[in-house]
């Protein structure tokens, strides 16, 4: 099995990825110079690739306390949970790194990631959330979504080890996943620190006081 590190993944994520298909200009230059004289980025083995990133995705480990598991179990947790115990819940769609599901005729796509590169091209009129690791990604993430009220109001960005989210999305199962998150893991999502400062220096929200 080929083992991806941090970079490579999110790099071959984007390239293999039809919605993307290319690394943002000025990114990661060295690294596409290695997979392309490795022959990692030979047409042929695409389908090879993105096995390995979606199982790469889902085994992402997250630790809660005394708590481990991953994103791909938490997903597929939730997946159960909408499927079994809310009645005004549908799931539509549902793989190892990717679920849709309806709230009455709102539909909603979770999707697991390796990596965040060329993130604005994930946004559709569907709201999504993307999960993996910002840590790498943080400071581009912050800015893209300070920057682009469109993209923060139809994408959400969260990190379940870090259990931390950037976005502005609105959707019925988005709260459904952070209550899900709660009781059954006993852990609650919170903004990251510098996307919540952003927007307050923007005006975009304010705190208020008492």
């Known amino acids: ?23 943002p200009e000025g990114a990661a230059r060295g690294v596409l110079k290695e997979l392309e004289a490795e022959g990692l980025l030979e047409p042929a083995r695409r389908d090879e690739l993105v096995l390995v990133l979606e199982r790469r995705a889902a085994s992402r480990p997250v630790e ?7 994103q791909g179990k938490v997903l597929a947790g939730f997946a159960r949970h909408c499927q079994d115990e809310l ?10 790194t990717r679920l849709t599901v309806r709230w009455r005729t709102e539909e909603s796509r ?4 390796n990596g965040f590169l060329g993130v604005d091209r994930l946004a559709t009129d569907t709201p999504t959330m993307l999960l993996g690791d910002i840590e790498p990604d943080l400071a581009a993430l912050v800015s893209v979504f300070l920057e682009r009220p469109e993209l923060r109001s139809r994408l959400a960005v969260c990190d379940l080890a870090l259990l931390e989210r950037l976005g502005t ?17 006993g852990v609650k999502l ?11 220096d923007r005006g975009v929200i304010s705190l208020g006081m008492g």
């Open 1 to 23: 099995m080929l083992v991806l590190s941090q970079e490579r993944a999110e790099v071959l994520e984007a390239l293999t990825d039809e919605r993307i298909g290319a690394v």
């Open 110 to 113: 979770f999707e697991l990631r």
């Open 87 to 96: 009645d005004d819940v549908e799931v539509v769609d549902d793989d190892e």
């Open 169 to 185: 999305v609105r959707a019925s199962a988005f709260v459904y996943f952070e209550w899900f998150l709660r009781d059954a893991y």
């Open 64 to 70: 809660w306390g005394a708590s481990s598991t991953t």
């Open 190 to 200: 919170v903004p990251v620190p510098a996307f919540t400062q952003g927007l307050i």
